[in-house]
């Protein structure tokens, strides 16, 4: 069983930056491959980006390549998503999630969600 808390969401403008944070506590996260998803009223949840175990690997929706990064402390149970050049469309309740197996699928276990709003 694994538990986790995302912070570091909020308002910011268009082109502006935000990072969020994901705590993971009980198993390390070193066991799990971490992802962020997230969601807008009416639409479901769609994959943002995911990181391996060792954290070797990521991946990334095509529609925040280039400009969110995902990466992982595994020292510190900690995974993160920087986010840069923020659009409107961004905005969404920001889920992180941790499972086994790495890449887009449905994963095992989740966060409670942040909301990122961007404004134009």
């Known amino acids: 069983q694994v538990q986790l808390a995302e912070s570091g969401g909020g308002l910011v403008q268009a082109g502006g930056s935000l990072r969020l944070s994901c705590a993971a506590s009980?198993?390390?996260?070193?066991?799990?491959?971490m992802a962020w998803f997230r969601q807008t009223p009416g639409k479901e949840r769609e994959f943002v980006a995911a990181?391996?175990?060792?954290?070797?690997?990521?991946a990334y929706a095509d529609s925040v390549k280039g400009r969110f990064t995902i990466s992982k402390d595994n020292a510190k149970n900690t995974v993160y998503l920087q986010m840069n050049s923020l659009k409107p469309e961004d905005t969404a309740v920001y889920y992180c999630a941790a499972d086994p197996v790495f890449g887009d699928h449905e994963y095992r276990y989740w966060g409670q969600g942040i909301q990122v709003t961007v404004s134009s």
């Open positions: 009980g198993r390390t996260s070193s066991r799990y491959a």
């Open positions: 990181i391996s175990r060792s954290g070797a690997s990521t």
